[in-house]
Each structure stands twice: as structure tokens, then as C-alpha cells.
């Protein structure tokens, strides 16, 4: 696995849910002996009544079904182990119905479910599957097409970097009204066609969901109506700098994806971070807040719309701590981070098109940055073994031929073809609580240097991305006392300069001191 997101900056300085059941919060199941959730689980403050509809699937989960389903079979929690055993008795497209009860699996650590193609498994109103600390995975194999519903899954041990459900990435499972909370790793991990649906991804120790293959590409992902809150417990930045490796949800290398009308807050560290390869994303109608660190990241990926999505009081703790450190770098709430539109990739879209989105007291708005020492081949790529989507064969970007087209173009994720438009900015920093660096939107790269045999030194990158890789933002909103920077952190703008030539940005955009101003 690839480490990536803000390592790439620090190395530059040195089928959609009914609005009824999102509006009613509708999920897993609770577990009347576990602890009331933490702070993380209920501490944003809803939204008005005017606005979005949230995701409430934690505080209000969907029951099961209270009675076996016809041809089900009943599973016992007295027994211990006894789903794993029925499971592995009983064929491929079997129904697994669990009673009311804490169920247990056998006390190795090994000890997991197995499904076979096509089983479900259902859990009755207060079921739950516990791990006791001691149990690594919950659902593993290769089966595919398995779902699991109205179930509560807890206190499974994964390793760093594995997953406690689906943890061998198989294919077409459907995950809804599920709990998954309080495990080490990730909750959840990902194969193609997966669907997540109304469930709640709370509280484990990695991320809620790593969506990641070993072998290959996750295609057509669609991750809608649920609470991602409180992930990252372990806060494995702080143990391991620079890791990358947190974050509500981590995406890599998936092909299509739809994440729509979900509740991503209060995670510590970034909420939604897609890292390395990714294309086709689609970011709707979800309500981002209260996130550490960033509401999305979006790095070394391709195409994607950012759409009708209300974000707010994001980034206030690693963008304080990175300021309060001295850096003078613009750490946004949406940070796009050399990732572009690329034609020759296909998608739904050949831009990164963000538009339509409410960002309210945010620590800065959006950053569009590209690492000009950070390319296929190069020591400065945290993405380390990974090339571009655009070259098979990552040796190619060597001297001489990275020097000239259409290597020295194809050899480097580029921050191209991004368009910002109607959008909504609202900042006040009393809300926010500082006094300067939380109130910038950036356009820019760094001073390239390094290795000694790279095309891109100087100000070349710096270059293109400000004026000729058709980054573009026109026709926004800005409240409050919004600065921008383009080329190098260094050069901070007002209003009219970042409209005004060279930069010519925000055409058709307004900016006052304040609502009604």
C-alpha cells in the first residue's frame, strides 16, 4: 500500500437511498450492553431545518427483522462459534438469521465467518456479533455477492491496515443498516460493485471503511446514507507521521465511485481521502463536518465531481496545528492535491468539477496544489512504486526520454482542468477562532528541486498550474475576509488582484464582509 496525502506536502517543504429513509436515519442495530457512544458519535449539532437532510443512522438504527425469514437459518448466541459452524454445514445462498444476543466466535484469533456466494446474513433487533479484543476478522473469503444487514459488529482486532468486515476485498458484497464500531483496522474493507448502504461506521481505531485491493482496481463503488463518525481512535498520524494511512474513508485505485447523502464527521483526521489512482468520483449531497482534518482530499486522481455537498467547521485542528507550527502552507478543507480532468481516462467527466457546494467556517476553503518534485520514478513520490494511469511501465520516466513529450507531461499527476464554480464560502473567523491562515483559497505548487535529474525544476510546475493547466474558479460566493494565493505560498492576494491580471480567477464572483453586507 502506497503511503500518500500530506507526506506529499511535508516532502515539498523539506442505486440511490429514498430521501425518506436518509431523513428518518435509518440503520444498524445498537447493542444495549456496549457503552453510550462517545462525544464524537452525537457532538455536531444538527442541521437547520432548512437544510440538507443528515444521515442520522447511529442514534437511530433500523430494526431487523424480529422473526426468522422463511428458509433462514436461526443462529444461536448461546453457542459459541455457532455462526461460523452453520456457515460452513450449510450452502452457498443460505439465509443466516441471528437472535437477539451478544454472538461470539471461536476464541483463536483467526476464528471468522467465511460466507459462501450469495449468503445473508440478518440480524434480529439487538443482534450482535462481538469480537471480545481477541477475534482479528468478522467476515472474510473470496465469496461473492454476500450481504449483511441489520447487524451490529464490534470489538474485532484487525491488524493496521486490514479490516475486520469483507477483509479479503471480495466482490459485490451489500453492507446496509449495519453497525460497524469499535474495532481495530478498518470497520470495512472493499471489492467491486460493493454497496454501503444506511449503516453507521463508528469509531475504529483506522478508518471506517479502507477501500483497498491488493491486486488490483475496486470498480463501481457506491458508499450512500450513512454515518461515518469518530474513526481513527488510534490516531495512527501522530504514531506514525506522515502515514497517510487514516481517515473516515481511504479510496485507492477505484474505478467509480458514488458517495452520496452520507454524514461524515467528527473523524479524526481527514473525512472522505481518495489517494492514488482513483477516477470517476462522483461527491454528492453529503453533509461534511467537524472533521480534524479535511473534508475531502482528493490526491494523485483523475476526474471527479464535487457537487451540492454542505461542509463546515472542517480542518479546525490540523490546520491550527500546522499554523500554530509555523507553516505558512494553505491547508484547506477540500485539498486537491495533483489531481486533475484527464480525457484519455474515461469517466463521466474530464474535469474535477466542483460546484454547487455550501463550505460555512471551514480553516480555508479549497487548495489546488501540485508537488513539482513528485512524479513516477521520482524518491519525492510518497505513492512509492505507482506511476500515473496514463504509462504502464514506470521505468520509462528516466532520463532521457521524461525530458521531452509525452513522457515529461504523462510521467506526473497533474492538478489540471479543475473548475470551482457556485459555490458558497462562508467564513467567520470568530466562529473559527483565529487570527490569520484559516481564511485563504490557493492555487499553487513548490519550487521544484529534487532529484537533480528532474525536468521540473524551477518554477516550471508553479507556472503551469497557475496559468496554464486550465484550473479555473468563476461565478462563487465569498463571505467574510476571504485572501488567495497563487504560485507559492508566499504570495497572498486580495480580491481584486486574484481577478485581476496575470491570474484573471473568479470571474463573475462576489465578496462581501458579511451575510446581508
Given at each position: 500500500m502506497?503511503?500518500?496525502?500530506?507526506s506529499?506536502?511535508?516532502?515539498s517543504a523539506a442505486?440511490?437511498?429514498a430521501?425518506?429513509?436518509?431523513?428518518?436515519?435509518c440503520v444498524g442495530?445498537?447493542?444495549?450492553?456496549?457503552?453510550?457512544p462517545?462525544?464524537?458519535?452525537s457532538s455536531a449539532?444538527?442541521a437547520?431545518?432548512?437544510?440538507p437532510?443528515v444521515?442520522?443512522?447511529?442514534?437511530?438504527?433500523?430494526a431487523?427483522?424480529?422473526?426468522a425469514p422463511?428458509g433462514?437459518v436461526?443462529?444461536?448466541?448461546s453457542v459459541v462459534?455457532?455462526l461460523?459452524?452453520?456457515?460452513?454445514?450449510?450452502?452457498?445462498?443460505?439465509t443466516f438469521w441471528?437472535r437477539?444476543?451478544k454472538?461470539?466466535?471461536?476464541?483463536?484469533?483467526?476464528?471468522?465467518?467465511?460466507?459462501?456466494e450469495g449468503?445473508r446474513y440478518?440480524?434480529a433487533?439487538?443482534?450482535?456479533?462481538?469480537g471480545?479484543?481477541?477475534?482479528?476478522?468478522?467476515?472474510?473469503?473470496?465469496?461473492?455477492d454476500?450481504?449483511i444487514?441489520?447487524l451490529?459488529?464490534?470489538?474485532?482486532?484487525?491488524p493496521?491496515?486490514e479490516?475486520v468486515v469483507?477483509?479479503?476485498s471480495a466482490d459485490?458484497?451489500?453492507?446496509?443498516?449495519a453497525?460497524?464500531q469499535?474495532?481495530?483496522?478498518?470497520g470495512l474493507?472493499?471489492?467491486?460493485?460493493?454497496?454501503?448502504?444506511a449503516?453507521?461506521?463508528?469509531d475504529n481505531?483506522?478508518?471506517?471503511?479502507n477501500a483497498?485491493?491488493?491486486d488490483g482496481?475496486?470498480?463501481?463503488?457506491?458508499?450512500?446514507?450513512?454515518?461515518?463518525?469518530?474513526?481513527?481512535?488510534g490516531d495512527?498520524?501522530?504514531?506514525?507521521?506522515g502515514?497517510g494511512c487514516?481517515g473516515?474513508?481511504?479510496?485507492?485505485?477505484?474505478?467509480?465511485?458514488?458517495i452520496?447523502?452520507n454524514?461524515?464527521h467528527?473523524?479524526?483526521?481527514t473525512g472522505l481521502?481518495?489517494?492514488?489512482n482513483?477516477n470517476?468520483?462522483?461527491v454528492e449531497?453529503n453533509v461534511i463536518e467537524s472533521?480534524d482534518?479535511?473534508?475531502?482530499i482528493?490526491?494523485t486522481?483523475?476526474?471527479a465531481v464535487v457537487?451540492?455537498?454542505t461542509i463546515?467547521?472542517n480542518?479546525?485542528?490540523?490546520g491550527?496545528a500546522?499554523t500554530?507550527g509555523?507553516d505558512?502552507?494553505p491547508y484547506?478543507?477540500?485539498y486537491?492535491?495533483?489531481?486533475?480532468?484527464e480525457?484519455?481516462?474515461?469517466a463521466?467527466t474530464d474535469?474535477?468539477?466542483?460546484?454547487?457546494?455550501?463550505?460555512?467556517?471551514n480553516?480555508s476553503g479549497?487548495?489546488?496544489?501540485?508537488?513539482a518534485d513528485?512524479?513516477?520514478n521520482s524518491?519525492?513520490?510518497?505513492?512509492s512504486?505507482?506511476c500515473?494511469?496514463?504509462?504502464e511501465d514506470?521505468?520509462?520516466c528516466?532520463r532521457?526520454?521524461?525530458?521531452k513529450?509525452?513522457?515529461y507531461?504523462d510521467?506526473r499527476w497533474k492538478?489540471?482542468?479543475?473548475?470551482v464554480?457556485?459555490n458558497r464560502?462562508?467564513?467567520?473567523?470568530t466562529?473559527?477562532?483565529?487570527?490569520?491562515?484559516?481564511?485563504r483559497?490557493a492555487l499553487l505548487a513548490?519550487?521544484?528541486t529534487?532529484?537533480?535529474w528532474s525536468?521540473?525544476?524551477?518554477?516550471?510546475v508553479?507556472e503551469?498550474?497557475?496559468h496554464r493547466q486550465?484550473?479555473r474558479?468563476?461565478?462563487?460566493v465569498?463571505v467574510?475576509?476571504?485572501?488567495?494565493?497563487?504560485q507559492?505560498?508566499?504570495?497572498?492576494?486580495d480580491?481584486?488582484?486574484w481577478q485581476?491580471?496575470?491570474?484573471?480567477?473568479d470571474?463573475?464572483?462576489t465578496?462581501?464582509?458579511r451575510?446581508?453586507?
Amino acid at each position: 500500500m502506497g503511503v500518500a496525502g500530506r507526506s506529499s506536502r511535508a516532502l515539498s517543504a523539506a442505486v440511490p437511498l429514498a430521501l425518506a429513509l436518509l431523513a428518518a436515519g435509518c440503520v444498524g442495530t445498537s447493542d444495549s450492553d456496549a457503552p453510550a457512544p462517545g462525544p464524537s458519535a452525537s457532538s455536531a449539532p444538527p442541521a437547520p431545518s432548512d437544510g440538507p437532510p443528515v444521515a442520522r443512522v447511529c442514534a437511530k438504527p433500523a430494526a431487523g427483522p424480529a422473526k426468522a425469514p422463511a428458509g433462514a437459518v436461526t443462529v444461536d448466541p448461546s453457542v459459541v462459534g455457532d455462526l461460523a459452524a452453520k456457515t460452513r454445514s450449510s450452502p452457498a445462498h443460505t439465509t443466516f438469521w441471528l437472535r437477539p444476543g451478544k454472538h461470539r466466535l471461536d476464541s483463536d484469533p483467526y476464528a471468522q465467518v467465511v460466507p459462501k456466494e450469495g449468503n445473508r446474513y440478518l440480524g434480529a433487533p439487538g443482534a450482535v456479533l462481538d469480537g471480545g479484543k481477541t477475534n482479528r476478522y468478522a467476515f472474510g473469503g473470496t465469496a461473492r455477492d454476500v450481504t449483511i444487514g441489520h447487524l451490529t459488529v464490534q470489538g474485532f482486532a484487525a491488524p493496521h491496515d486490514e479490516g475486520v468486515v469483507n477483509h479479503d476485498s471480495a466482490d459485490g458484497w451489500v453492507i446496509e443498516h449495519a453497525t460497524i464500531q469499535r474495532n481495530s483496522g478498518a470497520g470495512l474493507m472493499a471489492g467491486d460493485r460493493q454497496q454501503v448502504r444506511a449503516s453507521c461506521l463508528r469509531d475504529n481505531g483506522q478508518y471506517g471503511m479502507n477501500a483497498y485491493k491488493g491486486d488490483g482496481t475496486i470498480n463501481d463503488l457506491v458508499v450512500e446514507g450513512n454515518e461515518i463518525v469518530g474513526n481513527n481512535t488510534g490516531d495512527w498520524e501522530r504514531k506514525r507521521p506522515g502515514c497517510g494511512c487514516t481517515g473516515g474513508i481511504k479510496f485507492w485505485a477505484v474505478e467509480g465511485a458514488d458517495i452520496r447523502g452520507n454524514w461524515v464527521h467528527d473523524n479524526r483526521g481527514t473525512g472522505l481521502w481518495a489517494d492514488t489512482n482513483n477516477n470517476d468520483f462522483l461527491v454528492e449531497d453529503n453533509v461534511i463536518e467537524s472533521n480534524d482534518g479535511a473534508a475531502l482530499i482528493y490526491e494523485t486522481s483523475y476526474n471527479a465531481v464535487v457537487r451540492k455537498n454542505t461542509i463546515r467547521r472542517n480542518n479546525w485542528v490540523e490546520g491550527r496545528a500546522n499554523t500554530e507550527g509555523g507553516d505558512n502552507f494553505p491547508y484547506a478543507t477540500l485539498y486537491i492535491s495533483e489531481s486533475g480532468g484527464e480525457p484519455r481516462i474515461e469517466a463521466r467527466t474530464d474535469k474535477i468539477e466542483i460546484y454547487g457546494n455550501v463550505l460555512e467556517d471551514n480553516w480555508s476553503g479549497i487548495t489546488l496544489w501540485e508537488n513539482a518534485d513528485r512524479f513516477c520514478n521520482s524518491p519525492a513520490n510518497t505513492s512509492s512504486g505507482d506511476c500515473t494511469l496514463l504509462v504502464e511501465d514506470i521505468d520509462r520516466c528516466a532520463r532521457p526520454a521524461i525530458t521531452k513529450a509525452p513522457l515529461y507531461g504523462d510521467c506526473r499527476w497533474k492538478t489540471q482542468r479543475v473548475d470551482v464554480h457556485d459555490n458558497r464560502f462562508v467564513l467567520d473567523k470568530t466562529v473559527v477562532e483565529c487570527t490569520s491562515n484559516c481564511d485563504r483559497m490557493a492555487l499553487l505548487a513548490n519550487y521544484g528541486t529534487y532529484p537533480d535529474w528532474s525536468p521540473y525544476q524551477g518554477e516550471r510546475v508553479a507556472e503551469a498550474v497557475t496559468h496554464r493547466q486550465h484550473n479555473r474558479w468563476h461565478d462563487n460566493v465569498y463571505v467574510g475576509p476571504w485572501k488567495f494565493v497563487a504560485q507559492d505560498p508566499s504570495r497572498v492576494l486580495d480580491f481584486g488582484q486574484w481577478q485581476g491580471a496575470p491570474y484573471r480567477q473568479d470571474e463573475g464572483s462576489t465578496l462581501r464582509a458579511r451575510e446581508g453586507g
